[in-house]
């Protein structure tokens, strides 16, 4: 770990160096890229600036040890010297775990009621107003791509995009399936029923990560409609685009304008080819890189929703809340820190063997 810290050191003052250069400063685009590493790096050198400080201070006064007239003050420091040292190791290792380069992107949310009939799909249509009212307090934006909604207000599928800095980091281990027991709304007896929906979280690739030929592509045009017939549009501005090397079909007709549905459906057609593609690439490695928060497969059972005693728990972790009205309206952030805190942890684990 010394070896590593030293080196990014060296490199913060070589970009340091490179900041006074003129040449630098002429040329906009580099002068970004390095802006941009110095912004990553700072954490690091700083941290390991003050790790230096205190293996110092901890050096010191365990030399005091040896001189009699100091031994009892150096005794009563010798504590806290230790601990602040080994905090600020400890925050070092985490600074230098490898960090998921997709953090900061875009997601696309695609959620499908499971077994369950119309309650799952009414459990879906929850799901999609929880992450809605989640994005919203984390300060994201949603925008529906495409919905398919039923006569009581369930959503059989429903397809949106959360557009804002850190989306994945907050989404990414929502991809399983959620169960929820309660006493459906069509239930006259009061009886328990279980259902469940199913969530898939990619991240939004970009047009130069993942380019797609536009002969490899059937795009269709239709009128679109709501549930039972409602808001019939009389232009064709729905589409369809079918991916024909794969066979992936991606719907939009939330917009009244043709071109900005083709521009949704592109976008969630993109990511679905560019996470194929990833996972692809990964399976060899799929057992190594499996934590405990799962392997995101969307036929894994992640959480349970229990109505009728308030609690949410999650599986992978173990986490148990009996705050389930407030997590259905958003609150979200306990679950999703103990999530990224039991990752991180696996990491270090791994990083350790």
């Not at 879906?124 to 919905?147: C, P």
Request: hydrophobic fraction near 35%; charge should be negative.
């Amino acid at each position: 770990m010394l070896e590593k810290l030293r080196e990014i050191a060296a490199r913060y003052d070589a970009l340091q160096t490179q900041l006074s250069d003129p040449s630098v400063y002429g040329n906009a685009e580099r002068l970004r890229v390095v802006n941009q590493e110095l912004k990553e790096l700072t954490p690091v050198v700083e941290a390991f600036s003050s790790w230096e400080r205190a293996e110092r201070r901890l050096r010191e006064t365990e030399e005091l040890l040896g001189d009699a007239e100091l031994r009892t003050m150096a005794q009563e420091e010798l504590p806290a010297a230790k601990a602040e040292a080994e905090r600020l190791e400890s925050e070092l290792k985490l600074l230098l775990l490898p960090r998921d380069p997709e953090d900061g992107r875009n997601v696309v949310v695609e959620i499908r009621g499971g077994v369950g009939g119309e309650e799952s799909a009414l459990f879906a249509a929850s799901l999609f107003r929880m992450y809605s009212m989640f994005a919203e307090r984390k300060g994201f934006s949603v925008d529906v791509v495409s919905e398919n909604r039923t006569e009581l207000g369930g959503v059989k599928e429903i397809s949106f995009l959360v557009n804002g800095d850190g989306a994945w980091s907050r989404f990414k281990f929502e991809s399983g399936v959620h169960r929820v027991q309660r006493v459906p709304e069509t239930e006259s007896a009061g009886r328990i029923h279980t259902s469940a929906a199913t969530v898939a979280v990619l991240p939004e690739a970009q047009e130069v990560e993942f380019s797609i030929d536009p002969g490899d592509l059937q795009i269709d045009t239709y009128r679109s409609s709501g549930a039972g017939g409602q808001h019939i549009n009389k232009t064709e501005s729905a589409i369809r685009i079918t991916h024909l090397p794969t066979g992936t079909v991606v719907e939009c007709q939330d917009e009244r304008s043709q071109y900005k549905n083709k521009d949704k459906a592109m976008k969630v057609l993109r990511s679905r080819l560019y996470e194929a593609e990833k996972a692809k690439q990964d399976a060899a490695q799929a057992a190594q890189r499996r934590s405990q928060v799962g392997s995101g497969d969307r036929s894994e059972r992640i959480r349970t929703y229990n109505f009728p005693q308030g609690r949410v728990t999650d599986h992978r972790i173990g986490l148990t809340l009996y705050k389930l009205d407030a997590v259905m309206d958003g609150d979200l952030d306990e679950l999703i820190d103990g999530l990224i805190a039991a990752d991180t942890a696996e990491k270090l684990r791994k990083q350790e063997k």
